[in-house]
């Protein structure tokens, strides 16, 4: 019987996780070179939701403060032979109980355009119609906003 955990991946070793599933889950596929694929965003104050299986990772995300109130998530990616198992899905859940947690109330990331329909399920909404390019993808940018916890 295998184990899903998650892990709030607070350690460089745990970081090390999201950062495998990232180059093996996107950057071989599109051809993405390391110097694109980590950015001024990562290490730091960025915080890393990972998903492992008997203790390998296989999805992850990311999120980082914009201002007090508002984060954005990004480096969403579920390893090809875990995707279609609602694992995506877990992973941005888990993010977002890790950041109303924190206080934070407004959630922003940018959507390639085949996600969309993904992230609107999860009631994320598109703040406008404007294309942001993003390394070597098309986007939107979408926005939710957190119900204060009780």
């Not at 001024?40 to 008997?54: A, F, N, P």
């Not at 990772?57 to 875990?82: H, K, Q, W």
């Not at 390019?133 to 957190?146: A, N, V």
Request: proline share 1%.
């Amino acid at each position: 019987m295998t184990k899903i955990e998650v892990i709030r991946a607070t350690q460089e070793w745990q970081q090390a996780g999201a950062y495998y599933v990232r180059i093996q889950g996107m950057d071989r596929k599109y051809h993405i070179p390391l110097r694109e694929e980590f950015d001024e965003h990562d290490g730091g104050k960025s915080r890393y939701i990972v998903l492992t299986e008997d203790g390998y990772s296989f999805a992850t995300c990311r999120f980082y403060e914009l201002d007090e109130n508002s984060v954005m998530i990004g480096r969403v990616v579920v390893l090809p032979e875990y995707r279609g198992r609602n694992f995506g899905s877990k992973v941005i859940k888990e993010a977002e109980k890790w950041i109303r947690e924190s206080g934070y109330t407004d959630i922003y990331l940018d959507s390639r355009l085949v996600a969309i329909g993904f992230y609107e399920k999860l009631g994320y909404r598109l703040t406008d119609d404007n294309i942001i390019f993003s390394s070597r993808f098309e986007c939107k940018r979408m926005h939710k906003q957190l119900k204060k916890s009780a």
